[in-house]
């Protein structure tokens, strides 16, 4: 029986290939964005947090926090860097809106040096800290627009929306050290 081997070779590659693919796709969730929606199901703001995240196609299938946290630090990162150069661009409106846009480019540096460079820390408890002190510092623009009359503005606006970035960094990034930890 001449071509036994030849068959019985190609079974068995069959078989090899067919528990390495169903190996490797173990490791990786089947159903499309089922941690992000875990994951946001718990997020006080839970559209937010789909928004955010759905944004990047590498959610889909992500399987740890750590990919999670590193999508919404970059989409964060993005959509703020934009609010501050809109901030730098404005030429017209009131003396309190103009006078607050300036006081606020250092807040928001700030903001987008803390959400560039926390992933870096060596403790990981202290991302989470790197962006709720972040936090502060949008507090800190909107006590300048409250101050200077311009709270009815778009900075306030802007302040919530950067402010949802931080919350949802901050709790994103201590769902990623616990999940480390254990
Ligand atoms: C901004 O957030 C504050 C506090 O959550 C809220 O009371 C206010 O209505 C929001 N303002 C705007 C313009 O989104």
């Excluded at 972040?134 to 101050?147: I, L, N, T, Y």
Aim: aromatic share 8%; net charge negative.
């Amino acid at each position: 029986m001449p071509s036994l081997p030849i068959s019985n070779i190609f079974i068995t590659l069959t078989v090899v290939s067919v528990i390495f693919v169903s190996n490797v796709a173990d490791d990786v969730p089947k159903i499309p964005y089922e941690l992000v929606n875990n994951v946001c199901k718990k997020q006080w703001n839970e559209q937010f947090c789909l928004e955010v995240l759905k944004s990047d196609t590498r959610s889909e299938f992500a399987k740890d926090m750590t990919t999670l946290t590193a999508i919404a630090l970059n989409v964060a990162t993005k959509r703020v860097t934009a609010t501050r150069d809109c901030f730098l661009e404005v030429k017209i409106g009131s003396p309190a809106v103009l006078k607050s846009l300036n006081d606020c480019i250092d807040p928001y540096n700030f903001v987008i040096t803390s959400f560039q460079t926390c992933l870096k820390e060596d403790d990981c408890s202290l991302i989470g800290y790197d962006i709720y002190i972040a936090g502060d510092e949008v507090r800190r623009c909107q006590k300048f627009a409250d101050s200077n009359g311009a709270h009815d503005s778009f900075i306030t606006t802007s302040n919530n929306v950067t402010q949802d970035y931080c919350w949802l960094g901050e709790s994103l990034a201590n769902l990623m050290c616990n999940e480390i930890r254990s």
